[in-house]
């Protein structure tokens, strides 16, 4: 293969632009989301528990992905793509997660159920994130932010509720009931730093690194749809001029997602291609051969069939001559 076929072209380049960024945007997201602040100023990392935690997420959910929309990357930026795409999951998942306790398996299991789903057809190889999905991360970082305060404040507890009318009883021995503590954990179970955590600066952190990899995990699809519809349009743009101009207008490009070219090889593509071309020619053929058949009808009656007969009428094609007779102008005159 020459240079010259290796060179991406001016249709190409934008789209793989685009995911270039988007993986740029994931990766510092995911670079955020791993820091932390501790009691002195200083930058520590999360530890690797979460991000070992938020990796299996990925893999499981990467492989039903993959098995049920049956499509892998076709070439370097594609698999670029997934590869970023999987680090992205992984950094959100490892972000949100709470750091230990009993609900860190309830959120791993709705997080299994929900993002291991996948719309029939899906626009870019590697692991997909929906919008109910990033619903549920936004709430699940809320409550590890929630649960990283409490901590930070040396309460122990997701939450301390009092009970009514004890608190205004004199009675020391009434003090361990007064209040329910709903959800205690251990401060080794937030991986605090020696020091302490600096919340407020954590939070900027945290809440950064989620928006950027959010983000770039949304942008990655566009951007991936993208690209899909410039390799379609690179391999229709081989055809000559003419047979290019018309295979778009019968496959045009806001359906090529719908009809299932995104994602196939190049020959599987060029096949898909003639079979859909030949299956709308065969349509259309038989729409005109109806189309002239109303010509011969007298307009239609009624106001809603009126105006449909009306706008058929319009298109009619010319009537066919007579037998030796030229309906060509100027053939009269001879």
């Known amino acids: 293969m020459t240079g010259d076929a290796q060179r991406p072209t001016a249709s190409t380049a934008p789209a793989a632009f685009q995911l270039a960024l988007a993986c740029v945007t994931i990766a510092a997201g995911g670079v955020l989301l791993g820091l932390q602040v501790d009691g002195t100023g200083a930058w520590v990392g999360t530890g690797y528990a979460s991000l070992g935690t938020g990796a299996l997420v990925a893999v499981v959910t990467s492989l039903l992905q993959a098995v049920r929309a049956g499509r892998?990357?076709?070439?370097?930026?594609?698999?670029?793509?997934?590869?970023?795409?999987?680090c992205g999951l992984a950094f959100v998942v490892a972000g949100v997660l709470a750091p230990g306790g009993p609900w860190m398996f309830f959120e791993l299991f709705v997080l299994f159920w929900l993002l291991a789903r996948r719309r029939t057809r899906s626009d870019a190889s590697g692991p997909e994130v929906t919008g109910?999905?990033?619903?549920?991360?936004?709430l699940m970082l809320l409550f590890r932010l929630w649960v990283t305060y409490q901590g930070?404040?040396?309460?122990?507890?997701?939450?301390?509720?009092?009970?009514p009318g004890l608190g205004a009883l004199p009675l020391p021995f009434l003090e361990p009931i007064r209040r329910v503590d709903l959800g205690s954990f251990r401060p080794e179970e937030l991986g605090f730093p020696p020091t302490g955590l600096d919340f407020p600066l954590t939070l900027v952190l945290?809440?950064?690194?989620?928006?950027?990899?959010?983000?770039?995990?949304?942008?990655?699809?566009n951007a991936a749809r993208e690209h899909?519809?410039?390799?379609?349009?690179?391999?229709?743009e081989t055809l000559p001029p003419l047979l290019a101009n018309l295979v778009q207008k019968l496959l045009p490009e806001e359906h090529w997602e719908g009809l299932g070219l995104h994602g196939l090889g190049e020959r599987p593509l060029q096949?898909?291609?003639?079979?859909?071309?030949?299956?709308?020619?065969?349509?259309?053929?038989?729409?005109?051969?109806?189309?002239?058949?109303?010509?011969?009808l007298p307009p239609a009656s009624g106001a809603f069939a009126g105006e449909i007969d009306g706008a058929l009428r319009?298109?009619?094609?010319?009537?066919?001559?007579?037998?030796g007779v030229s309906n060509r102008p100027g053939d009269d005159l001879q």
């Open 271 to 296: 096949k898909r291609i003639e079979g859909l071309v030949r299956e709308r020619l065969a349509a259309a053929g038989e729409f005109h051969t109806a189309l002239r058949s109303l010509g011969a």
């Open 206 to 221: 945290w809440a950064a690194g989620f928006a950027l990899c959010a983000s770039g995990l949304w942008w990655r699809v």
């Open 72 to 86: 892998v990357p076709r070439d370097l930026v594609s698999a670029l793509s997934a590869v970023a795409g999987f």
């Open 228 to 236: 899909e519809n410039d390799r379609i349009q690179a391999v229709i």
């Open 132 to 138: 109910p999905s990033l619903f549920l991360l936004t």
């Open 152 to 163: 930070s404040e040396h309460r122990w507890q997701v939450m301390s509720i009092p009970l």
């Open 314 to 323: 319009t298109y009619l094609p010319p009537a066919l001559p007579p037998p």
